[in-house]
């Protein structure tokens, strides 16, 4: 079977053509190609797919084998992999995903090769029994949850993934394996749940280092980068377009009307290969 391994903002993943290739288990299959030691190594998998309601369909898995909704950095990838392989023609189009349809944009260079891709990533939802957290709030704002006999102030959103944000004074004082890895597993959140860690630089600018839900820490999270700006605009600490620096990266994002969410990226294909 043919890959690619493409990265965006520091994410990496595994893309297959699932026109050419019926793949029986996705999970697995995951978990097998995810792995860093003994095969290709990434965050996640994408395989594209037919749609019936869109013009392309992504299915996403993990790198522990379990399905996503949906994933930021990845259809930014995704993009660029059915664009590049001739799955779609237009440099605008639509994908199917669990976490609803998603409305592409391409920027090429002269060669016709991407440059950037935008994303329609669709409203946040604020009800706490749909992100899902555990509370009885309209909504999930500056809350507290107890850590190993710490309390960390957090907030919650749903951006396709559950999301948890957490702002910080100083990232680099942050244990985020030790906290993210207890944060995503705590009974508050019944499906677990996405942590970021948020350092504002100013109104315009932040830096963020996420621990995903279903793969670790990882070196960027696009629908947690979203999922960010969303909760600082709201708490009066960013404005609504935001540059997010990850670790592994950087990528644009864009508050319109009723917190309507558009980013703004890169994506890479690192190499190709047979798996």
Same mark, same amino acid.
């Given at each position: 079977?043919?890959?690619?391994?493409?990265?965006? *903002?520091?994410?990496?993943?595994?893309?297959?053509?699932?026109? &050419? +290739?019926?793949?029986?288990? +996705?999970?697995? =299959?995951?978990?097998?190609?995810?792995?860093?030691?003994?095969?290709?190594? *990434?965050?996640?998998?994408?395989?594209?797919?037919?749609?019936? #309601? *869109?013009?392309?369909?992504?299915?996403?898995?993990?790198?522990? %084998?379990?399905? %996503?909704?949906?994933? %930021?950095?990845? &259809?930014?990838?995704?993009? $660029?992999?059915?664009?590049?392989?001739?799955?779609?023609?237009?440099?605008?189009?639509?994908?199917?995903?669990?976490?609803?349809?998603?409305?592409?944009? =391409?920027?090429?260079?002269? $060669?016709?090769?991407?440059?950037?891709? $935008?994303?329609?990533?669709?409203?946040?939802?604020?009800?706490?029994?749909?992100?899902?957290?555990? &509370?009885?709030?309209?909504?999930?704002?500056?809350?507290? #949850?107890?850590?190993?006999?710490?309390?960390?102030?957090?907030?919650?959103?749903?951006?396709?993934?559950?999301?948890?944000?957490?702002?910080?004074?100083?990232?680099?004082?942050?244990?985020?394996?030790?906290?993210?890895?207890? &944060?995503?597993?705590?009974?508050?959140?019944?499906?677990?749940?996405?942590?970021?860690?948020?350092?504002?630089?100013?109104?315009?600018?932040?830096?963020? +280092?996420?621990?995903?839900?279903?793969?670790?820490?990882?070196?960027?999270?696009?629908?947690?980068?979203? *999922?960010?700006?969303?909760?600082?605009?709201?708490?009066?600490?960013?404005?609504?377009?935001?540059?997010?620096?990850?670790?592994? %990266?950087?990528?644009?994002?864009?508050?319109?009307?009723?917190?309507?969410?558009?980013?703004?990226?890169?994506?890479?294909?690192?190499?190709?290969?047979?798996?």
């Amino acid at each position: 079977m043919k890959f690619a391994k493409m990265v965006a *903002a520091g994410n990496d993943f595994v893309l297959f053509n699932g026109f &050419i +290739y019926p793949i029986e288990n +996705y999970g697995q =299959l995951a978990k097998k190609v995810c792995d860093r030691h003994f095969s290709v190594g *990434a965050d996640g998998m994408m395989v594209c797919e037919k749609s019936e #309601i *869109a013009d392309i369909k992504m299915v996403y898995y993990n790198s522990d %084998g379990s399905r %996503g909704e949906m994933c %930021g950095n990845g &259809i930014r990838c995704f993009s $660029k992999f059915v664009y590049d392989n001739k799955l779609v023609k237009n440099k605008t189009f639509t994908v199917e995903t669990l976490a609803g349809i998603k409305t592409i944009w =391409l920027e090429t260079d002269e $060669k016709d090769k991407v440059k950037s891709v $935008k994303v329609n990533m669709g409203y946040p939802i604020f009800e706490p029994n749909k992100i899902p957290v555990d &509370i009885n709030k309209e909504k999930v704002v500056l809350e507290s #949850i107890n850590v190993d006999g710490k309390e960390i102030e957090f907030s919650s959103v749903l951006v396709g993934v559950p999301h948890t944000v957490i702002f910080v004074d100083d990232i680099n004082d942050i244990d985020v394996n030790e906290f993210g890895s207890k &944060i995503e597993v705590h009974p508050m959140f019944p499906k677990k749940t996405n942590v970021n860690f948020i350092e504002v630089v100013d109104r315009k600018n932040i830096n963020i +280092y996420t621990w995903e839900r279903g793969a670790g820490r990882t070196l960027g999270c696009g629908t947690g980068s979203c *999922a960010s700006v969303v909760m600082g605009n709201m708490l009066g600490k960013l404005d609504d377009s935001v540059n997010v620096k990850t670790e592994g %990266g950087s990528l644009e994002v864009q508050l319109k009307e009723n917190y309507e969410i558009f980013m703004k990226g890169g994506a890479t294909t690192i190499c190709i290969g047979e798996f």
